[in-house]
């Protein structure tokens, strides 16, 4: 996991109403990878056919493989106000990083991950994770 420092991240989502809101995250984020396999296959492992056709090992194959990055968001200190707005981007149908503005990316968030931490009512953040479209899978 990579922590990106300086790099700000502005998502839009579409609100309960039919319109679309913004926010721009300017805290440090954690980016991973998240990696399935989709399809495997068991064959069997003998090397020498007269002695272990009968009784050989298997060996369990991959036969694809799909990845997708991760980034874990996290805000700047927001108001009251702005924490309970942001907690609405958990029951948003379309979200999209807009951070290259000519190519927004949708997003899909993972809706039990939503945090949220208060420091004795003078400091609110929120921090959520989100999978991005896959971006390397592997047939064999």
């Known amino acids: 996991m990579a ?4 790099v700000s991240i502005t998502l839009s989502w579409l609100n309960s109403l039919g319109g679309w809101e913004y926010f721009t995250f300017t805290q440090n984020k954690t980016w991973g990878y998240n990696s ?5 296959l068991e064959r069997s492992g003998f090397t020498d056919w007269d002695t272990d056709f ?33 907690a609405r981007l958990r029951f948003s149908l379309k979200v999209y990083d807009y951070t290259d503005s000519y190519k927004p990316v949708a997003i899909l968030l993972n ?3 939503f945090q949220y931490y208060t420091d004795r009512d003078k400091r609110n953040v929120i921090e959520f994770q989100a999978t991005y479209p896959p971006i390397y899978i592997q047939t064999g």
């Open 111 to 113: 809706k039990g991950s």
């Open 3 to 6: 922590v990106a420092q300086g």
């Open 54 to 86: 009968i009784s050989g090992d298997t060996i369990l194959e991959e036969l694809r493989i799909k990845a997708s990055e991760t980034l874990t968001i996290r805000s700047q200190d927001v108001s009251d106000g702005q924490v309970a707005a942001l």
């Open 36 to 40: 399935v396999s989709e399809s495997q």
